[in-house]
Nanobody, 124 residues
Framework: QVQLVESGGGTVQVGASLRLSCTAS????????MAWFRQRPGSEREFVAV????????QYGAFTNGRFTVSRDNSRSTAYLQMDSLEVSDTALYFCAVSDYYSLSSQYYTYRFWGQGTQVTVSS
């Protein structure tokens, strides 16, 4: 099993930045793609970004528009999501997810392990 814990969420104003972290524990040798999803109130879970184990392959959701950057540090079993120029519409519960094979997928059902989420609230 793999356990994921997200951190770094909070309440910020429009235009601010946040960096989310996702740390894995347990059978981390099984980790491959690490992804971020978010769920806004009343909406379905939405793909944010994914990074392969090597970090060489990355995909972003279209809405990120160059504002978000995903990275990872395998020595710490941690993925990061740097979010800049935050907008009110970025308010959501942000989840980390991990797959145990390479897919670089934007589909939530691809990912086997999930964290509990960290809340990001952006106020105007």
């Amino acid at each position: 099993q793999v356990q994921l814990v997200e951190s770094g969420g909070g309440t910020v104003q429009v235009g601010a930045s946040l960096r989310l972290s996702c740390t894995a524990s347990g059978r981390t040798s099984r980790l491959h793609d690490m992804a971020w999803f978010r769920q806004r109130p009343g909406s379905e879970r939405e793909f944010v970004a994914v990074i392969s184990w090597s970090g060489d392959n990355i995909q972003y959701g279209a809405f990120t528009n160059g504002r978000f950057t995903v990275s990872r540090d395998n020595s710490r079993s941690t993925a990061y999501l740097q979010m800049d120029s935050l907008e009110v519409s970025d308010t959501a519960l942000y989840f980390c997810a991990v797959s145990d094979y390479y897919s670089l997928s934007s589909q939530y059902y691809t990912y086997r392990f999930w964290g509990q989420g960290t809340q990001v609230t952006v106020s105007s």
